[in-house]
């Protein structure tokens, strides 16, 4: 059985993105969480994770960088 992720609700901070943008970036971030490797994951009710975008880093550089963040909170240490 393949190992999964399920995230019941991503609240995300977008400091000053339109509305618009801050809603694609949501999306960006989901879809890319579902481009990651498969990878044993921990049971946490929650977790925060603090993404600084890098200078003229566009939405879909800064969705990546959050799935990232949020994956490394979540798998479990050593486990492939």
Do not use: F
């Not at 579902?34 to 946490?44: E, H, K, S, T, Y």
């Not at 603090?50 to 003229?56: I, L, N």
């Not at 879909?60 to 994956?71: K, R, W």
């Amino acid at each position: 059985m393949k190992p999964q992720m399920r995230i019941e609700r991503l609240t995300l901070q977008a400091g000053d993105l339109s509305e618009q943008d801050a809603r694609r970036l949501a999306d960006l971030v989901a879809l890319a969480l579902g481009r990651l490797p498969d990878r044993a994951v921990r049971p946490v009710a929650a977790a925060t994770v603090d993404v600084r975008p890098e200078t003229g880093a566009n939405l879909e550089q800064l969705a990546d960088a959050i799935a990232a963040q949020v994956a490394d909170a979540l798998w479990v240490e050593g486990a492939r």
